[in-house]
């Protein structure tokens, strides 16, 4: 089995979370935090950084690990480090992503009551994750381990 290690940011500003619409017609359409694979011999932390920055051009500072998140689908196990991270500067432009085949369409500030319709991912961000928030992640919290469904 495969393994790939991704770390994602949860970029908060003003009470709402950073989101980016993923979205291959036929195929696949969610909303999740900024995020994407680990590079070489890159820190998880400026992973988060830099797939924040290369997917909506905003520059973030990470704060803390919140989420370790571990999924399974055909193509193997991935391993997701979410970081709560603090919003520093930019304006979101979803154009200027470097890799080939993200099909990144779309991004925005979402409240808990106005998330995107459709899939959000991680699901915590429904609940939980606004909980954790209020609660300044105490504690690193490991997500139970399930099927991919993208």
Do not use: C
């Not at 909303?31 to 070489?40: H, I, L, Q, S």
């Not at 830099?50 to 193997?76: C, N, P, W």
């Not at 992503?97 to 993200?102: D, Q, S, V």
């Not at 429904?126 to 928030?133: A, E, M, N």
Request: net charge negative.
């Amino acid at each position: 089995m495969k393994h790939y290690i991704s770390a994602g940011a949860l970029v908060v500003k003003a009470g709402q979370v950073l989101l980016v619409r993923h979205h291959d017609p036929g195929r696949f359409d969610f909303w999740a935090p900024p995020g994407g694979g680990v590079e070489n011999e890159e820190e998880l932390a400026d992973a988060a950084k830099r797939e924040t920055f290369e997917e909506t051009g905003i520059v973030i500072e990470v704060k803390s690990l919140a989420y370790i998140d571990e999924l399974i689908d055909q193509s193997g196990r991935l391993v997701k480090f979410w970081f709560v991270a603090k919003y520093v500067s930019g304006q979101i432009d979803v154009s200027a992503n470097p890799a080939k085949g993200e099909m990144t369409v779309d991004a925005g500030w979402f409240s808990k009551d106005a998330l995107p319709d459709g899939h959000v991912f991680p699901d915590v961000l429904r609940d939980r994750f606004w909980r954790d928030l209020e609660d300044e992640f105490a504690a690193t919290i490991k997500l139970p381990l399930r099927q991919s469904i993208f």
